[in-house]
């Protein structure tokens, strides 16, 4: 199937699809798995919380399995197709494969930079590359599990309906609050909680911004989701906020970069 096939393929369903079935799938299977296990670190439940580590990543595949499903209920085998041929859109500018994969990396190395110019304290490093099996474990098995649900299926069919900004944000909203529950079993205070939240809100522009600009290319949202777990200031916490905070505000600050830069990106579903 020709890139151009594809295209007239997914913009078909897009246009006649509807993402409510998705979300409420996606967040319920993830959500009803990961509920023990933050049950169990409120004390509502007996732990240790280690216990429902396992069910809680099976509900890590929530994306993967709605937008399965939901692409089969909406146009059978062929939304099915649909779905996953966007992983075959490859054929982009080499430097649009260095920027998914590094654009997350760069905007916190920048962001830290200003920070320390500033005056500002409690840095922390520059790279915060994985440390363990659990880190490298999610940099390969979350971008491949999600993406195909955040950016395969919704994407599209918000933009088509909304426009690519509003669709960024719609869909930053609902992403954000899909990891609630493993912020909770992760013991993340307040404070913490809305930082991330903000982060992934403001890491959707970023994301949606790559995908249109690589004519819809899934493969390169998965490998931007990759440079996010490659270099990841959450490794900071709890102990340390200040590198989180500083690359919260550094994507927050590159996404309205490139709205103010870049609109043609926001006009159509799939700019070229």
């Known amino acids: 199937m020709t890139e151009h096939a594809v295209s007239l393929s997914d913009e078909r369903f897009a246009a006649r699809g509807t993402t409510f079935p998705f979300f409420v799938m996606a967040l319920g299977f993830t959500w009803l798995l990961q509920l023990p296990g933050?049950?169990?670190?409120?004390?509502?439940?007996?732990?240790?919380?280690?216990?429902?580590?396992?069910?809680?990543?099976?509900?890590?595949?929530?994306?993967?399995?709605?937008?399965?499903?939901?692409?089969?209920?909406?146009?059978?085998?062929?939304?099915?197709?649909?779905?996953?041929?966007?992983?075959?859109?490859?054929?982009?500018?080499?430097?649009?494969?260095?920027?998914?994969?590094?654009?997350?990396?760069?905007?916190?190395?920048?962001?830290?930079?200003?920070?320390?110019?500033?005056?500002?304290?409690?840095?922390?490093?520059?790279?915060?590359?994985?440390?363990?099996?659990?880190h490298i474990t999610a940099l390969v098995i979350m971008p491949l599990v999600e993406e195909p649900g955040w950016r395969g299926f919704a994407l599209p069919r918000l933009q088509t309906r909304y426009g690519a900004f509003a669709a960024s944000l719609i869909l930053g909203v609902l992403w954000a609050f899909w990891h609630s529950m493993m912020f909770i079993v992760q013991g993340a205070n307040p404070l913490i909680f809305a930082v991330s939240i903000a982060n992934i809100i403001a890491g959707s522009i970023i994301f949606s911004w790559i995908y249109n600009r690589t004519r819809g290319s899934l493969l390169l949202a998965i490998l931007a989701h990759v440079g996010v777990h490659w270099n990841n200031p959450t490794h900071a916490l709890p102990a340390n906020l200040t590198p989180f905070v500083v690359y919260t505000a550094a994507i927050a600050v590159g996404g309205c970069v490139l709205i103010a830069t870049d609109r043609s990106a926001w006009k159509s579903a799939t700019s070229t």
């Open 38 to 134: 933050a049950l169990a670190t409120q004390g509502v439940i007996a732990g240790p919380v280690e216990r429902y580590m396992p069910l809680g990543g099976v509900g890590a595949f929530g994306p993967l399995v709605a937008a399965i499903v939901a692409a089969r209920f909406e146009a059978g085998r062929g939304g099915v197709r649909a779905l996953f041929a966007r992983v075959g859109i490859w054929r982009v500018r080499p430097h649009w494969y260095a920027v998914a994969l590094g654009i997350f990396a760069a905007l916190y190395v920048a962001g830290s930079a200003v920070f320390r110019a500033l005056g500002g304290t409690e840095a922390g490093q520059w790279l915060y590359p994985p440390e363990n099996g659990l």
